[in-house]
């Protein structure tokens, strides 16, 4: 076992950031990636879900309507759809642009 976890430790410290991107306003909560690849989703405690490009390393849309904190985002298998739960106890689905 702990042969497994230090694998593990050697394997994620050979990572190095590559790119920090700033937009959320408060803590970020949850991240997912499309199923493409090309973008992901972050939702964070400002109560915005943004969709970020991963090439272009930028916002290309911020989704409101949470009224409180974004603690989980999954894309759906297509890419069609993002959703998200919030701390307001909501649910909304989102068709991606």
């Known amino acids: 076992m702990c042969e497994?976890?230090?694998n593990c430790i050697s394997y994620l410290i050979s990572y190095a950031v590559v790119s920090t991107l700033t937009g959320h306003r408060s803590n970020c909560m949850s991240v997912d990636f499309h199923?493409?690849?090309e973008?992901?989703?972050s939702g964070s405690l400002d109560t915005n879900l943004k969709?970020?490009?991963i090439r272009r390393k930028?916002?290309?849309h911020t989704y409101?309507?949470?009224t409180q904190g974004v603690n989980?985002?999954?894309f759906t298998p297509d890419g069609r759809w993002v959703v998200s739960g919030g701390e307001d106890d909501t649910v909304k689905v989102?068709?991606?642009q």
């Open 4 to 6: 497994f976890f230090s």
């Open 72 to 74: 989980a985002i999954r």
């Open 35 to 37: 199923p493409f690849g």
């Open 94 to 96: 989102r068709i991606c």
């Open 51 to 53: 969709i970020w490009d």
């Open 39 to 41: 973008f992901f989703a």
């Open 64 to 66: 409101k309507g949470h």
């Open 58 to 60: 930028n916002c290309i």
